[in-house]
């Protein structure tokens, strides 16, 4: 079993329950006291960023997950590399966006934030959870090339806060872009409910990641949480489900829901692992997508 280290009982279980409400309310309520909802976004996600990562340096989950220098390093790396993408798409969409508006208005505009936050996280999401599944699943040509940009978020073998942007710029495009910001655009909700609804999927992306014994209870039907995430990057393929982002009611719908109270996976990573690339080889990694003898993580269990 994993070498573990307990986390007081107090921050086991409220951690997770506190920060999500916490810094929604401190972005929804911001305008009351005249700040920038955007810069206070930043700032819930940064603040809770940090405290994940002291609790991790002192509570780690899973000892062997723990962040090191020289994973740190790795990560730099990707930091840079998704961090330039990211602001890239933001741009592109943010001007097609505007373009849009001119031409006619949003049709979920006029939405009260406490119905069109809820809505758009599951169109969101349910549309992530398909481009992922298709990306590890699929036997197909679009499931084949989906995977090669996807596989580099799996080749570390620890999961941690800060190895959360690790990936390919290719899949930070696709979900950054045309999984979440497009179809809030088309959908037309507006730029108030965009900000909340992308705190609230960037929040459960940094929780979910965390090397933290974090106890969900009941709400692991509702959320992902580092509970059920970190199953989905364990090197045993029979039990790496889980690919929802923000609401794990949708692999509980789909099939693909693995919640294994009080144990962790026995390996992160991929199953693989000399099919790959090592996580720290950055720029070898940046080639994977047009490699085309890259298969998928899961195979077709007809195959």
């Not at 990211?86 to 031409?103: M, P, Y």
């Not at 006619?104 to 939405?111: A, T, V």
């Not at 609230?200 to 974090?214: A, K, R």
């Amino acid at each position: 079993m994993p070498d573990r280290r307990p986390l007081p009982v107090l921050l086991q279980c409220l951690t997770w329950p506190l920060a999500m409400p916490g810094g929604f309310g401190a972005v929804a309520f911001a305008p009351r006291f005249g700040l920038d909802p955007v810069a206070i976004s930043g700032a819930a996600s940064g603040v809770l960023i940090v405290l994940l990562v002291v609790m991790e340096r002192i509570w780690p989950a899973d000892r062997q997950s723990a962040m090191t220098w020289r994973s740190f390093a790795r990560d730099v790396q990707f930091f840079v590399v998704n961090g330039a993408t990211i602001g890239a798409t933001n741009t592109l969409f943010a001007w097609i966006g505007s373009a849009a508006a001119d031409v006619h208005p949003g049709l979920l505009s006029s939405w009260s934030l406490w119905i069109a936050v809820p809505v758009g996280v599951l169109v969101v999401d349910f549309v992530q959870y398909w481009q992922h599944r298709i990306s590890h699943e699929s036997p197909g040509p679009l499931g084949r090339v989906l995977w090669r940009a996807h596989a580099a978020h799996h080749l570390p073998e620890q999961v941690y806060v800060l190895m959360h942007p690790a990936g390919h710029p290719i899949n930070t495009f696709i979900v950054r872009g045309l999984v979440t910001i497009l179809p809030l655009y088309l959908l037309g909700f507006s730029a108030e409910a965009v900000i909340l609804i992308n705190l609230v999927i960037g929040m459960v992306g940094i929780i979910s990641h965390s090397n933290l014994d974090l106890r969900g209870g009941w709400l692991n039907y509702v959320f992902v949480g580092p509970e059920l995430h970190r199953y989905h990057h364990s090197a045993d393929l029979s039990e790496a489900g889980n690919y929802a982002a923000v609401l794990s009611l949708l692999d509980i719908l789909f099939g693909s829901f693995v919640h294994v109270p009080g144990r962790l996976p026995l390996r992160i990573g991929m199953a693989d692992p000399d099919s790959y690339p090592r996580s720290g080889e950055v720029w070898k990694i940046m080639l994977l997508p047009f490699h085309a003898g890259i298969g998928r993580r899961r195979s077709n269990p007809e195959e």
